[in-house]
């Protein structure tokens, strides 16, 4: 059981060194660079835990694994994040289409809103021949009189949801205009209270 300890502080201890090293070239080059989360810290921790004189100082291999810190420490983000789009807080559904785009719009009692668009058959994206087939946006929504301002959901994008006899209609501002490929634009959408 020794031996087993022993590669797995050695694994352990790689992978989070290969964490750190990650950490720094994110830090050096701002761009991010995803680390590799409780597999570093868990074999150093079952490595540690097999020797009777380091058992006490197992817990120090969460510690060391800079991939699992960032992980327990964005824990209460994704359960706020998880908990302000959940099924308790809605609000209000609608859907809505357009020539080859089906949208979902859910609005949620925290001021948040979420967009899930499917486009069939997919569109070109980029200059590269990437096709698109589905995308969303998440941001913040503001009710005034009889429409709805959704904001802070793609570069300073803003849509304004007027309702007209039950239906919501959109309109979008700040998209921008020299965009070659508009797939995810939001304009003319007609929404629908599901």
Request: with cysteine; aromatic share 14%.
């Amino acid at each position: 059981m020794e031996y087993i300890g022993i590669i797995a502080i050695i694994l352990g201890g790689l992978i989070s060194i290969v964490n750190w090293v990650y950490f720094y070239r994110s830090w050096k080059t701002k761009k991010h660079i995803s680390s590799i989360p409780l597999v570093g810290a868990i074999l150093l921790v079952f490595g540690l835990f097999q020797f009777t004189e380091t058992r006490m100082y197992a817990w120090l291999g969460i510690v060391v694994d800079y991939g699992t810190l960032v992980f327990i420490c964005s824990i209460p983000f994704f359960m706020r994040e998880f908990w302000s789009t959940s099924r308790v807080n809605l609000i209000r559904e609608y859907d809505g289409s357009s020539s080859t785009t089906q949208h979902n719009l859910r609005i949620y009692k925290n001021g948040v809103f979420v967009i899930e668009s499917e486009v069939d058959p997919p569109r070109p994206a980029n200059e590269y021949g990437a096709l698109i087939a589905s995308f969303g946006f998440q941001g913040k929504w503001a009710e005034t009189g009889s429409s709805i301002t959704l904001s802070e959901y793609a570069q300073g994008r803003i849509l304004n949801l007027q309702d007209i006899n039950g239906k919501l209609i959109s309109g979008e501002a700040n998209y921008p205009e020299d965009k070659e490929h508009q797939y995810d634009s939001l304009d003319g959408i007609e929404f629908r209270l599901k």
